[in-house]
């Protein structure tokens, strides 16, 4: 069933790599089976989209363009494809739009247009109270941190709950001011962890808020001390990896603890910022590729040796299993409604139309703090 004309769809199309994001019309998508389409009111931007849009040649060459980038949306369900149950037409809901991903490779499966095609199982009704700007920052910073706290092949942790029981087990999250990080901490404290992370000091009372038990400043030359001596004690549950220092330390922590030796790496650890650049960009992509293999290398012998296990996450991949079910069809929906759950970060948002958006992914690399880089939509 669809509520929408067929000739209304726009979208910020990404013409080619390295190109900026070109405003036009778009053809209006039809959901297939298990599938919504969103008529989108916010978005939120994500790393990802700066990454793809100036380096998708070494992290996502699969992409067919033009394509549509965007993975957060938040507005109104415009229609449902069959065998869609949670959602009727007019329904307010987020959803994880995964259209880069290998798998998809499907523009109209991209946030950054008014209809996105989402998956049933990566959307999650909010209430009439929650503004769509503030929505729309959770759905990639949920599904990562879900995906690396919850899944059997990854920290495998107990699922969060109204009611969770407190265990004497210690998650480290490394970089919890982070939006990754900021819902890393609110789920794995809903699964009844303590949870240490680290973060700049203006952030410590931030991240305490979300529930953290210990914040540490990630630049202190001796945070890993700091960390293993609080850990003392506690059985360890692993580490969540967020920023470019962050597995080297989270494995000196692991190694040095009893428990989960295991970090679930979300940040590689080379930037690619500098890929953005015109000037020097061929040699930077050398200097990268050159980094990012030596730098694996080296992490991965040290973690061999101190029998420690690294694994990167990919934020989509609870789609593939229960945990999508779990979090986005049972614990967020409940959580959001009677207001356990809070929508972090803040949202800054940068532009109220589509022309905003490539200036949306360009503030989003020049660096944020405990804030999301969000457009509204008309
Ligand atoms: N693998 C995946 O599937 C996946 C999915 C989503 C995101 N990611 C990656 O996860 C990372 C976080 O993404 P995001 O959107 O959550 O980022 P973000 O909100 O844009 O990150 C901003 C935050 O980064 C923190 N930060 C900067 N350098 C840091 C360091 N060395 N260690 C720890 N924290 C640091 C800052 O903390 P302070 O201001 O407190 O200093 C700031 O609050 C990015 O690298 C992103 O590419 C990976």
Known sequence: ?????????????????????EVRSAGTPEPGRGQIVIRARAVAVNPLDWIIQSAGNLAYRWLRYPTVLGTDVAGEVAAVGTGVTRFKVGDRVIGFADGTDKDTNAAARGAFQRYVVVL?????????????????VLPMAVSTASSALFQTDF???????????????????????????????????AAGYQVITTASPHNHDYVRSLGAHHAFDYNQPDVTEEICSVLDGHTFAGAMAIGTTA?????????????????????PPVSFAGLA????RRAETRRVVCRLVASNIGLQLRARTRRVTLKYIWGSSLKHNEVSHAIFGEFLPAALADGRYRTVPEPLVVGTDYSALQHALDTQRNGVSAQKVVVTLP
């Not at 979208?11 to 390295?18: K, S, T």
């Open 120 to 136: 049933e199982r990566l959307a999650c009704p909010i209430s009439d109270a929650l503004p769509y700007e503030r929505a729309a």
């Open 277 to 280: 650049n015109e000037t020097g």
């Open 155 to 189: 920290l495998g942790l107990q699922l969060p709950c109204a009611e969770p029981e407190p265990r004497d087990q210690a998650l480290l999250v490394w970089g919890g001011s982070t939006s990754v990080g900021s819902n890393a901490i609110q789920l794995a404290v």
């Open 247 to 267: 597995a080297r330390h989270c494995l000196t922590v692991a190694s040095r603890s009893t428990g989960r030796r295991f970090v679930a790496i979300a940040t």
């Open 1 to 21: 069933m669809t509520g929408y004309a067929h000739d209304d769809n726009i979208a910020a199309w990404l013409p080619g790599l390295r190109r900026p994001l």
